[in-house]
C-alpha cells in the first residue's frame, strides 16, 4: 500500500523548469509574429474613416449637382442655394460650393479646411503631420465640376494636405 501511496504523489509534483520554459518560450514566438500584425491597426482605421470620407464628399456632389439640375438652379444664372433634408447648401456655378461641403456630406467628424477658395482639404479630427487626408476643389467656371483628389497625408505643418 506505501508503494501506492508513493506512486500517486509523485504523479502530483507538476510541471518541470524545462515544460514551464518550453511554454514560455512558444508563447514568445507566437507574440512575436502576431504582434506586428495588430500594431499599425490605428493607421489603417484612420485611412479607411477618410477613404468613407471622400466617399461622401463624391456623393454629396452627384446629388447637390443633380438636386439643382431638377429643381432648375443648374446654372449660373440660377439661385445659388438649395435645401437638402432641411440643411441649406450653397450653390457656385450651379454646383456644391466648397462652403458647403461639410454639411453636404455630413462630415461633423472631420476637419474641413474651405478657407482656401477655390481648394480646401478634408481630414480626420485634429489635423497632424502624416494624417491621412484629401484635397478638394471647387467649381472655376460653369461648366468646370468640383473635383475630389486621392487619399494623401498632411504636409509637416499640418496646414494641406500634400
Do not use: H, W
Not at 440643411?87 to 474641413?112: H, K, M, R
Amino acid at each position: 500500500m506505501n508503494m501506492m501511496n508513493s506512486l500517486a504523489v509523485k504523479k502530483e509534483q507538476g510541471f518541470t523548469l524545462i515544460e514551464l520554459v518550453m511554454v514560455i518560450v512558444i508563447l514568445g514566438i507566437l507574440a512575436a509574429f502576431a504582434l506586428p500584425r495588430f500594431a499599425d491597426l490605428g493607421g489603417e482605421a484612420e485611412e479607411a474613416s477618410i477613404e468613407g470620407a471622400r466617399g461622401s464628399v463624391k456623393s454629396a456632389l452627384g446629388i447637390v449637382r443633380s438636386t439643382a439640375l431638377a429643381t432648375g438652379n443648374g446654372t449660373t444664372t440660377s439661385a445659388d442655394a438649395i435645401t437638402l433634408e432641411g440643411t441649406d447648401v450653397d450653390l457656385l456655378n450651379g454646383y456644391l460650393a466648397i462652403e458647403s461641403v461639410s454639411d453636404a456630406a455630413q462630415l461633423d467628424d472631420f476637419t474641413v479646411d474651405d478657407t482656401a477658395t477655390p481648394d480646401g482639404y478634408v481630414t480626420i479630427a485634429s489635423p497632424v503631420e502624416d494624417s491621412p487626408c484629401f484635397n478638394f476643389t471647387g467649381s472655376t467656371g460653369a461648366n468646370t465640376p468640383p473635383t475630389v483628389g486621392a487619399v494623401s497625408t498632411m504636409n509637416a505643418a499640418a496646414d494641406s494636405c500634400d
